[in-house]
């Protein structure tokens, strides 16, 4: 880049110091780059003029656009129905009355979310009463098995009895006539 620059060449370019020799190689650095950004925007420019024409005419052209449409929907609804405004003002009300009729729903919802929750806390507690209480039923019905085990037992105690004071009633009216006197007071 400085090689190829004349002032690089001239005789009172090597006759300078150190200092000076950086200021010219700085001017020359200088020059190039104002010289590119000259080509630049010349390049630029040919570009961004026709772009902001062409901006400038769409951004008319939606205008137009937007304005003709408008014209025409107001045509449309006063062909369509002339008493529309009285109509949209029926409904703006309506959808007013809507509004207050979805906030006061809404809050209804929440309170019925509250209750809902405190059913499901409710629930809960009747689920760990319903194990303790199926822990329970378990373990009475483990005692009831005991109880029929022992009244089962018992009723066989019963029977022995019953079958051993049917023998001590045989034996005893074995024993014949002296005992006559003493089965008068005995009950069997």
Do not use: C
């Not at 769409?58 to 205008?63: K, N």
């Not at 209804?108 to 199926?134: R, Y």
């Not at 105690?157 to 007071?185: C, E, H, K, L, W």
């Amino acid at each position: 880049m400085f090689e190829k620059d004349p002032r690089t060449f001239s005789p009172e370019y090597k006759n300078l110091s150190p200092e000076q020799k950086a200021m010219v190689k700085l001017e020359i650095t200088l020059t190039n780059f104002f010289k590119s950004f000259d080509k630049s925007m010349s390049r630029w420019e040919r570009m961004i003029y026709p772009m902001l024409v062409v901006v400038g005419v769409l951004g008319l052209s939606g205008f137009y656009l937007i304005y003709n449409v408008t014209t025409d929907m107001h045509t449309l609804t006063e062909q369509v129905d002339p008493r529309m405004e009285e109509h949209l003002q029926s409904m703006s009300t309506n959808m007013g009355q809507l509004a207050k009729n979805i906030n006061t729903m809404t809050n209804q919802i929440t309170v019925l979310v509250g209750k809902i929750d405190s059913m499901e806390q409710h629930i809960a507690t009747m689920d760990g009463n319903i194990g303790t209480l199926a822990v329970n039923v378990g373990s009475m019905r483990q005692n009831l098995d005991q109880m029929t085990v022992n009244i089962a037992d018992m009723n066989q105690a019963i029977r022995t009895i019953t079958v051993n004071t049917g023998f001590m009633s045989r034996d005893i009216n074995q024993m014949g006539r002296p005992m006559d006197f003493m089965n008068s007071f005995t009950p069997w």
